[in-house]
């Protein structure tokens, strides 16, 4: 390979690039590659740096409601791409797509993948309201091009893509979520404790099925309490259109029954003190917390929606749910607390579907193999 290609990440935040792409970008490295990262910096541009990656500064918006700022990021990006002339542009995250693909257009760069981790419950749930039709007319202009490749996580979410027709249907790639890495998530043997664990490891999101589990958990208490616990292991994004502010959250905590942790830094071991896993929400991507969760060896209680029925075969290392049900939660729950032995085949069979679909080393080597698609037709 030429020690001279380059690639340059664009990533709504910091924070999500060193969570979902820092494992490719040191691989890429290791492969020749310059790589840089454009981003918005939330503190994290040192770390990132400390790798050897090159970091240049966006200030992208979460909101997006802003068109003027909007358009300053996309003539920011052109800037950015007419100056370093990347032999790969990957945009990471919708709007990353969005703007990045007017900023390629304007440059006329044929070299551009937008690797779209959900496509958003609120935007594919049939609304039709006046920011969904605008989303949908952007997403047009952005991504009409015979050029452009798209990684998408999950079979429903490529399938909706191509009946958009934005590009060739061979441009639409599904690569399984950003991978995890099987040897820093080890399979855990679930062990004895005082309690049962019941885990749910995202963001105090409505959107997450949040509520749903604490309605569940409410409908359990009478059997359950004392015998198990419920642990929210996420932020209240209050960014987030969708989020349970926490004042709101706190009437629903009950100590030592429905317990709430935040944000934390030691998931690894937030996953390995636990027996099963719930994430009942509306809509996915993959959800990088069940592939985690998966490694580890955990039995998992989900909805049957988008990126999430792909981390959960029913029956085999979990239980799919209706989503936005609570009986039907709940009675999974109630299965799984009553059965030492379910839990533990299950988590055993989580991790042999970790090993067989969800290994970094299999994401790098499906993207690398794109990148060399992308690269030997813009040689001819």
Known sequence: MDK??????????DWFFLSHRLPLALDAMKRGYTVYVLTADTGKKKKIESYGIKFLEIPFQRSGKNLLHEIKCVR???????????????????????????????????????????????????????????????MNLAFKSKSFYFILQNPDDVRLMENMNFVPTEHYKLIKGSGVNLKEFPFTEIYEKQKLHILFPARILYDKGVM???????????????????????????????????????????????????????????????????LPSYREGLPKSLIE????????????????RECVIDGYNGILVPVKTVEPLASAIDELCQSRLKREEMGKNSRKLAEKEFSIESVVRKTFSLYDEILAKIKK
Request: proline residues 3%; hydrophobic residues 45%.
């Open 76 to 138: 920011l990006l052109t800037k950015y791409y007419k100056e370093i002339k990347p032999d790969i542009i990957h945009h990471v995250t919708l709007k990353a797509a969005l703007l990045g693909s007017f900023a390629a257009k304007i440059t006329k760069s044929q070299n551009v993948i937008n690797a779209i981790s959900g496509l958003g419950y609120n935007f594919t749930d049939g609304r039709n309201g006046f920011f969904q039709q605008c989303i949908r007319w952007m």
């Open 293 to 308: 969760a998966c490694a580890i060896g955990r039995p998992i209680i989900t909805t049957n929606v988008p990126g999430c």
């Open 212 to 278: 749903e589990l604490i309605n569940a958990a409410s409908k359990l208490r009478h059997k359950w309490e004392g015998k198990i616990i419920f642990i929210l292991a996420g932020d209240c994004d209050e960014e987030n259109k969708a989020v349970v502010h926490k004042t709101d959250l706190e009437k629903h905590l009950i100590p030592g029954y429905m317990e709430w942790i935040g944000f934390r830094r030691d998931m690894i071991f937030q996953y390995q003190q636990s027996d099963i896993i719930v």
């Open 4 to 13: 001279d290609l380059s690639v340059l990440f664009v990533v709504n935040v």
